[in-house]
Structure formats: structure tokens, C-alpha cells
């Protein structure tokens, strides 16, 4: 078992976790879990909603923003976990989704999941909440002390590696070890390298030929005129130079432009060219 968990004479608890894992706290609202987070563990190795809402919205008491605040945990989590570093997520951990979440993640990074349960009397927690300077009332603490017996029920078949249960006297008896055990090759955060570098996705041209689209674009291109097909019938032919042989000559009114038609295009009808057959052979006959 990768966490262990030993009770000695003095009633001291000890805990053996594992870095990376990722450790919930479990528990309503003012059962401690804050305290007991930064009484074990470094500060940075905690990740807090209540600190994730404040970065986020500026007021970690504002429940509008609670999907921004738990991204940004999830995040972090996944970030460190990439490092081979403890995630101690401080949260309420109240809903079947939230912890399911997290098994999920541990499950792909391949490293365990761990639960403190901090079963703390409904009494203590409302009294605990009075005394602070941030209160969340004691309706909302009733309705966390609720959905948390429920989770207590059904919280032991969910997957986590080890269920650690701790009550009010216990708070102050827990004695808590961590051993580096790497993981050989971490999950990566998608479209991130090991140090965090984004990775460009390789374009389809590149897949394929590994060259730029201009240097298919360079080969040589094919002639636009292409011969008429064997089935059209033979234009005649207009003998230019004839033109260019007859003695210069002053052009008649309105005929200035016949000689420059350009004669014998692919494109043009039949009927084009006859017309500037006859013009040649009225000019040469006009000719002195």
C-alpha cells in the first residue's frame, strides 16, 4: 500500500503519504481543514479554493465564480503533478463530481489519491465559524454537515488509494511522512512539453511532404493553348507576309484597321478570317 496508517501507544496517528499523490481534505465549512493543511504541509504545497476564488475575482467569499476558482486548482494540480510534486487540494470535497474528478486525474498521472475525512461535530464547526473573521453562517454549515455523513457512506467504494478519518482529538495527534517515490515518466499536460513549451501542432502539407506549400507551388507550369481537337474543321490559313511584300500605299477611308487583325488565333471563328482574307486581296488589288 503506497500510504500507511499506524496508531501507537500515545494515541498518536502516523500517515505515510507519497509525493506526487493528490491529497483532498474532506469536511464542511470551519472543521479545521485550513489549519490542519498548514500546520503538515508547506504552503505551497497546498492549493486552496478559497485562495484560487480571491486570484480569480478578488473576493475569495464570492460563490458566483466557483467554476473559474476550481478550474484554476484543477490546473495548478495538473501543473505539479507534471513535477512530480504533492497536491494537497483544500476544499469542501462535499460532491460525488468534484472528488471523481480528481480520481480521474491521479488515474491518468498514475499516482494516488487520498482522502482526509475530518468528522467534526456540527456544534464545534458552527462554534469554530462564530470566532472566525470570514463566517459562512450556520445554515450553510448544516447543509455541508449533511451532504458530508452522505459522503461518509459511500465515499470508501469510491477508488481512493486510502480513506483517513480523523475526528476533532485526533487534529492535533497526527504525525505525517512523505516519501519521494518519482513517477519515471508523468502524463503531460496536453499540447505542453516537460517544461511547459507549447508544441505546434504540424500542419497536413507538413505531415505529408515535410516541404513548404511554395515548393509545390515552383514546378513548371503547363502551356494554357492547347491544339483543337481532331474533330474541328481546318481554319484557313492567312499568309501575313504577304501583306508586308505589296508597295506602300495610302489605306482607304475606314479600312485603316483591317491589316492588324490578328489572323489565325486558336479562338477565333472561321468567319473572322475569312473576312480578313477578302480585305487582303481587295487591297492588293486597289494597289497602284
Known sequence: MAQEQTTNQSQEKRVRLVRPSIVLLCGPAACGKSTFAQRHFRPTQIISSDWARARVCDDERDQRFQTQAFALVHYLTELRLALNRLCVVDSTALTLPHRKEYLELAKRFQVPCVVFLFDVPLEKCIERDRLRERTVGGPVIERHYLAFNQTKADIRQEGFDQVIELRDEDLDKVQIEIIFRPVAQPAATPGRGPQ????????????????????REARPSLPTQ?????????????????????????????????????????????SQSSQGANRTNADAKTSP
Open 196 to 215: 511547459g513549451e507549447n508544441r505546434p501542432t504540424p500542419r497536413s502539407w507538413q505531415q505529408r511532404t515535410g516541404r513548404a506549400p511554395g515548393a
Open 226 to 270: 492547347t491544339p483543337p481537337p481532331p474533330s474541328s474543321p481546318a481554319k484557313p490559313e492567312v499568309k501575313t507576309p504577304s501583306s508586308a511584300a505589296k508597295p506602300p500605299s495610302v489605306p482607304a477611308p475606314g479600312r485603316s484597321q483591317g491589316p492588324q487583325v490578328a489572323a489565325g488565333a486558336p479562338d477565333e471563328p472561321p
